[in-house]
């Protein structure tokens, strides 16, 4: 399903029959893989890679050129509620991911804020806030490796080999 959507030019929908995307945006040459949720109220920038599986809920907000992993869940409710008539409400958290950032496949992302250039690991639990080009890991995950700037990032990163 695919409803009330804004769509960049050049963006992918990969088998559009076998996603939900609602209200939502998605900015220029992104592409989005099967079985993927985008809840309204999502933004997804430009030159984004959302890979099959993945669940984006509502609040949260991608930066260009990032890349969401297969199976990765944004969650935004730290303490989640069935809603009971007359009782508390639930409290929908944000979740910011800055330009750059390579989520792993099978990450949980609390709310938090995540900064340009970070790499968070395949099947980490980020609970806090990353700083940036810093790359974290585990449950929770924590910082690992901090480069000096985007230039030692850069170097890493391009260094990275292939097979």
Known sequence: MIEDCTFGAGVVVYHPDLVNLYRCTIRAYSTIGPFVEIQADVSVGAFCKVCSHAFLCSGVRLGDRVFVGHGVMFVNDRYPIVQQPGGCSRVMLKTVIEDDVSIGSGAVIMPVHISKGAIVG??????????????????????????????????????????
């Open 122 to 163: 395949a099947g980490a639990v980020v609970v806090n806030n990353v700083p940036e080009y810093s790359i974290v890991v585990g449950n929770p995950a924590k910082v690992i490796r901090q480069f000096s700037g985007r230039t030692e990032w850069q170097e890493f990163v391009c260094q990275r080999e292939f097979v």
